[in-house]
Nanobody
Framework: QVHLVESGGGLVQAGGSLRLSCAAS????????MGWFRRAPGKEREFVAV????????RYSDSVKGRFTISRDNAKNTVYLQMNSLKPEDTAVYYC?????????????????WGHGTQVTVSS
């Protein structure tokens, strides 16, 4: 079982930056690919980014590519999402999720464990 806790959300002006963290419990963190998803008000959950177990492979949605960076520290059981050049349309609850696989996927249904989310609000 993996328990995930996100932190780092908040209110920021457009053009600003935030770094989200997701701390995972358990000793098998490196067995999981880790993803970030988000749900904006009135919209469906969408994929943001994913990183494989070693950090050597990543994938991003087109809407955040070039602005967001996903990374992980397996020694700290933590995955990060550095968000730069934030836009009002990035406003959402951000969730981290764990997928027990050596592969990466953007499909939410493949993920085994989810955090409770952290709110990110970008003002114009």
């Amino acid at each position: 079982q993996v328990h995930l806790v996100e932190s780092g959300g908040g209110l920021v002006q457009a053009g600003g930056s935030l770094r989200l963290s997701c701390a995972a419990s358990g000793r098998t963190f490196r067995n999981y690919a880790m993803g970030w998803f988000r749900r904006a008000p009135g919209k469906e959950r969408e994929f943001v980014a994913v990183i494989n177990w070693s950090g050597g492979s990543t994938r991003y949605s087109d809407s955040v590519k070039g602005r967001f960076t996903i990374s992980r520290d397996n020694a700290k059981n933590t995955v990060y999402l550095q968000m730069n050049s934030l836009k009002p349309e990035d406003t959402a609850v951000y969730y981290c999720a764990a997928y027990r696989s050596l592969l990466i996927t953007s499909q939410a249904r493949e993920y085994d464990h989810w955090g409770h989310g952290t709110q990110v609000t970008v003002s114009s």
